[in-house]
Nanobody, 123 residues
Framework: QVKLVESGGGSVQAGGSLNLSCAAT???????MAWFRQAPGREREFLGN???????YYADSVKGRFTISRDYVKKTVSLQMDSLRPEDTAMYFC??????????????????WGQGTQVTVSS
C-alpha cells in the first residue's frame, strides 16, 4: 500500500551536485523516511533519515555535504548532494518505516523500499 520511487540519479564530476527525489504513494505522514546507498560488493549504507516533524539525522560520511528534506504536499523526500566524490558512486535507495526515526541506521528497521537510482561520480 506504500510504494516508493526514486529519481534524479545520473553522472556528475567530482565536486558537483545532484538532487534525488523519492516519490511516495500511500499515507506516509507518520513515517520515518530514510536514504541508503549500496555499491557493488558492499553492504547497504545508511545515509540519513527524516522524522515526521522534519528533524533530520545524517551519517558521518555525508554530514555537511548531503541534506534531506520532505514535502508533505508533494509527498516526496529529497536528498540534496553537494561536493560529490568518486566514492559516492552507488545505487541510492529511499526507505520508510511507519514510526519515529530515532536514528535507526540499520536497513533491518525499514519496511518499505524503492527500486533505487544510480549515481556515478567521475574524477
Amino acid at each position: 500500500q506504500v510504494k516508493l520511487v526514486e529519481s534524479g540519479g545520473g553522472s556528475v564530476q567530482a565536486g558537483g551536485s545532484l538532487n534525488l527525489s523519492c516519490a511516495a504513494t500511500g499515507n506516509i505522514v507518520r513515517f520515518c523516511m530514510a536514504w541508503f546507498r549500496q555499491a557493488p560488493g558492499r553492504e547497504r549504507e545508511f545515509l540519513g533519515n527524516i522524522d515526521p516533524d522534519k528533524t533530520a539525522y545524517y551519517a558521518d560520511s555525508v554530514k555537511g555535504r548531503f541534506t534531506i528534506s520532505r514535502d508533505y504536499v508533494k509527498k516526496t523526500v529529497s536528498l540534496q548532494m553537494d561536493s560529490l566524490r568518486p566514492e559516492d558512486t552507488a545505487m541510492y535507495f529511499c526507505a520508510a518505516r511507519p514510526r519515529a526515526c530515532w536514528v535507526n541506521p540499520s536497513s533491518f528497521d525499514y519496511d518499505y523500499w524503492g527500486q533505487g537510482t544510480q549515481v556515478t561520480v567521475s574524477s
